[in-house]
């Protein structure tokens, strides 16, 4: 409220708002360690013990032989030293920081470093349609009547249903199409804003003109307008017949509706009774890079699902258009998976590939049942919905400069461009960083065993030490990760086409 008063009643506070449950998720979302992290650790804490113990016998041994406490020490310290991959963290930190500025050239910021070694590891890329397997550029095509209404009422009605200054990219498409109608709004005064309601998925605007005639236009998903609505038995065949023929041609549909009578400024009452008038068909080029992304993905072996606020149908067509794989259970809604069991939930969130109008409770319940079954989850988004499935996500990218402050906080990257193949590019650089950086450990791994028989030999059998500590931290600290930022450049090697690269594992083996 910019000025004036303003009386609100409040009905829910805390943690008890929308916003409340938001938040709430995001604290149980807790960032773990990244696969690689886990075994850098591992495998530096799995040497520590040894190689300490050793060093302490060692440090005995020679001073049963009459050496003298300093000099056991040095030699103890040379082996200890050498058996340690201290340089392990250093290398890994260093191939990192090159690979998120790698990324930043792509048109990704990189936030936390470890998501650049989890990039290469990742099954699956749980992303968004509009704006980024799309274009993002709506057309209005046309109004499909249902009920009598002539043609000046349709688009009246349509104009109505916007925002007086229009933001949102359907309200900019509607008022350019309908731009001939805009002197029919001469003499209407919008008298209540009824803003967008989440579950129903609608808005609706209450008008009244200098006569005293009121009129209440209401625009959103067709099931959520539907509710509000009194069709007769043929209207709602046409509803349904023309929604299955646009939807599966991939355009974006909206209800619209309307009713004639006075108006109180209660919803709940102002919303009931309303004549289903038509169909807005709204087409969304598919963007031709993501067909090509798509595709290397698959090659690739990751898993590409695909989240939208749109009709089912139209997600199955634009999924088909992009080349989204679509088996028999595909095709998912939101209120549909709160009807399932938790077990069967699991599985609907494993099997799917395409799920329309998801709440953030199941987008991150969706990220939880993939990650319990061992994926390794990129996850899209840009708004505050999307935070706590963005936080809990092994990467969870914000997409585009339009994402909220919260997606972008809780986001591990930022991507510039809503384009999915900025998304398909990150996860390669991913993999041919990780793909070097495995190369690198295993020359560091094979460069310790000459220096550490070096460091242990010549004190066993009663010969002068050939390293000293100094030599140690030259080679290790200077030596070894020059020489491992050779790997830095080389090109990935090819990944297979079954599933992704796993690095935990080539780790632990090299």
Known sequence: VLRGGGLVLIEHIGGNTKFGRIAHLLEESEAGKSPLQKQVRRLTSRALVPALSLAGILWVVEMVRGRGALPSLIIALTFGMAAVP????????????????????????????????ALGSVDIICTDKTGTLTEGRFQLEAIYPISDSSTNELWTSALMACERTPIDPLDVAIVEKAANFQSELQGWELEWDYPFEVEGKHMSHAW???????????????????????????????????????????????????????????????????????????????????????????????????????????????????????NEDAVFTGPQISGLSADRRRKAFEQGTVFSRLSPEQKHEMVEALQASGKIVAMTGDGV????????????????????????????????????????????????????????????????????????????????????????VLMELVVHPISALAFENLPAKETSREGSLRPAGRLVEA
């Open 208 to 326: 009244r003109n200098a006569h005293g005639r009121w009129r209440l236009v209401m625009k959103g998903a067709i099931e959520g307008v539907m509710e509000h609505c009194r069709p007769s038995q043929p209207q709602m065949e046409a509803a349904a017949t023309i929604t299955r023929r646009l939807a599966s041609q991939g355009k974006r549909l909206l209800a619209l509706a309307a009713r004639d009578g006075s108006c109180t400024g209660n919803r709940e009452l102002d919303e009931r009774q309303l004549e289903l008038l038509g169909v807005l068909a709204f087409s969304d080029p598919i963007r031709e890079s993501a067909r090509s992304a798509i595709a290397e993905c698959r090659r690739a072996g990751i898993e590409v699902k695909m989240m939208t606020g749109d009709h089912p149908l139209t997600a199955h067509a634009v999924a088909q258009e992009v080349g989204i794989r679509l």
């Open 385 to 472: 919905n999307d935070a706590p499935a963005l936080k809990l996500a092994n990467i969870g990218i914000s997409m585009g400069v339009n994402a909220t402050d919260v997606a972008r906080s809780t986001a591990q990257m930022i991507l510039m461009k809503n384009d999915f193949w900025g998304i398909a590019a990150a996860v390669f650089e991913g993999r041919r960083i990780f793909s070097n950086l495995r190369r690198s450990f295993s020359y560091l791994v094979s460069f310790h065993i000459p220096v550490i028989l070096l460091a242990l030999v010549p004190p066993l059998l009663g010969w002068p030490e050939l390293l000293l500590p100094l030599h140690i």
């Open 86 to 117: 201290e340089e392990f963290p250093l290398v890994f930190t260093l191939y990192l920081s090159m690979g998120a500025w790698r990324l930043s050239r792509l048109g990704v910021l990189v936030k936390s470093l470890p998501s650049v070694e």
